[in-house]
């Protein structure tokens, strides 16, 4: 199960009454953080999730509303009690951007790694989850992610019982020991069903619709996606600043067959997102307009990859 | 006359219900900023006071709390249109600490002019004003600030009459101008009443109440000090992290027969300040507890600087 907090959904400057745009998931009790404008923590505070656990910070680009939260957030988490490293992921030029703001955050009581990858690569983060990345197009390097998190294989009870293993060497098993029976070594897969499907999202900001992007994003359970301007109207600002419109991500969606759409990331023009909802769900409307405080689960299921219960969204109280 | 607007009264870190501690003050049209802490640029936003003509920042100290709300403001101003210099002001180390900063906010279209300023200096600021700084104690170097504006010499009229200077010629007088009379020049000096007191105000904060602080602060009209914990229970906290209490700071401005105390920058800790405020009022009854959006206005008066009409305070909507 991946947990899902939108914390902001503003674009380049935060708003009296709109974070910037940035969420966070939590894994097993693992929190990692995609994005970080200033102000990040203050939504975060009232939500309750903690930060002595944000074990990674993931970038999608360098711009000022999407990383000017960082320095604050650091002591915030320093204050918090944390001691074990915190991995922060971006795009090349991360670890010269960190460096630089950390100018008012020397000295902290945790390492910071920083790892800068570029299109295509694959890592493992904390928590037991994997991201994919790719570049987009926005003008500077960006980066859109793609975050699994794999499901173990079953245990096959019927397998188990025709190999004649007791019954109370299965437990074992099931936590993915090998055990030894009539003097031979059996491994967890000897008793394992068929893989099974993960969970995945996809988060995509700051950036055309790409090809790139769309295969990145295949097929996932949930896309977060920007959506800078609602309509067809500002098809050309989107253009000529490397954005989106509602219908562009809508789009994106659809044809990267993802289960769900959240948009987030509204010019600060869009002053209520909500009355364009309308251009997102005529294409794709499976299309929720994310704000503040908006939380979700990805939930494992048996290849019911459309099953509405996949996305569970919900407001908390103190959303603004 | 100056107008005062406190944007935030926080310390530490930005929570949802306070903004970090800072103020902007406006001269004529210039505005000018002290200190900015993650976050400022939100309640501005609000108060529509613009943002334009920033003229220049002073800046305490370097904690993150002060400063980290610095590069995004920067985009912001530079969003609103502004192409002339901006001037900051802050200790040693403050070059170091912008340039940092502006890894992410590299390219503006305004020219930033840093000034270092010591123990004892004096600088004139935009809008005819004058600061003078004093070292604080609170284990990093800061500046306390005294910030005076001036007033003109009122127009004698009596002496212009036995000057025997025509009337049509007093105009450019009363503006500053020579003009020449009978052949001689006459300076606006000649017909000058005698100096009239200006206004002025203390900021004082992240540090301890120390003889240096109080002769800088000797006679301001309003004192804006920090009161990071509201009683003498915390007194310890308060030397050992280099702040103070609400009687320290009561008694700072009683002992530098300040006209009026604003008092900002409560700990985190101390949910509702306004209930501490006997604490300060029992030492300085003109105290206020600040909040963000409050307003205040430092006018010329004749030599009354315990009017009450010198400090006027009120709340605007939108108060968090």
Redesign the interface.
């Known amino acids: 199960m991946i947990d899902l907090l939108v914390l902001g959904t503003g674009a ?5 009454h709109r974070w910037l745009s940035s969420f966070l998931i939590r894994v097993d009790s693992s929190l990692i953080l995609f994005d970080c ?3 990040t ?3 975060w ?2 939500y309750h999730w903690g930060f002595k656990r944000l074990d990674a910070i993931c970038l999608t680009h ?4 999407h ?3 960082l ?2 957030l650091f ?2 988490v320093a ?1 918090a009690g944390r001691t074990e490293p915190m991995h922060i992921y971006g795009p090349p030029g991360t670890a ?2 960190v ?7 020397p000295r902290l009581p945790y390492d910071m790694i920083v790892h800068e990858l570029d299109d295509g690569a694959v890592v493992d983060l904390p928590g037991g989850i994997t991201a994919r990345v790719a570049r987009g197009e926005h003008g500077v390097p960006v980066l859109g992610y793609r975050i699994e998190r794999p499901r173990r294989r079953a245990f096959d009870r019927d397998r188990a019982i025709s190999l004649g293993i007791p019954v109370e060497q299965w437990s074992a098993l099931q936590r993915g020991k090998a055990i030894t029976h009539d003097g031979q070594e059996i491994g967890p897969d000897a008793v394992a069903g068929p893989p099974r499907k993960g969970v995945s999202f996809g988060f995509v900001t700051d950036t055309r619709p790409t090809a790139n992007l769309h295969d990145l994003v295949a097929g996932v359970d949930l896309l977060i996606c920007e959506g800078t301007y609602g309509g067809d109207d500002d098809g050309e600002k989107a253009r000529a600043w490397g954005h989106m419109t509602f219908p562009e991500a809508a789009t994106l969606a659809r044809d990267a067959d993802a289960g769900a759409l959240w948009l987030t990331h509204f010019g600060a023009g869009m002053a209520k997102p909500d009355d364009f909802a309308g251009n997102a769900r005529r294409i794709f409307p499976h299309t929720t307009i994310c704000h503040s405080g908006l939380t979700g689960q990805l939930t494992f299921s048996d290849g019911y990859r459309e099953s509405p219960d996949r996305v569970e969204s919900g407001s908390v109280s ?1 959303d603004r």
Request: no cysteine; aromatic share 0%.
């Open positions: 380049m400057v935060p708003l009296p404008g200033e102000g923590q203050i939504p505070r009232q360098h711009h000022a509303d990383v000017a939260g320095p604050g002591h915030t204050n010269d951007i460096t630089g703001l950390r100018v008012i955050a103190g």
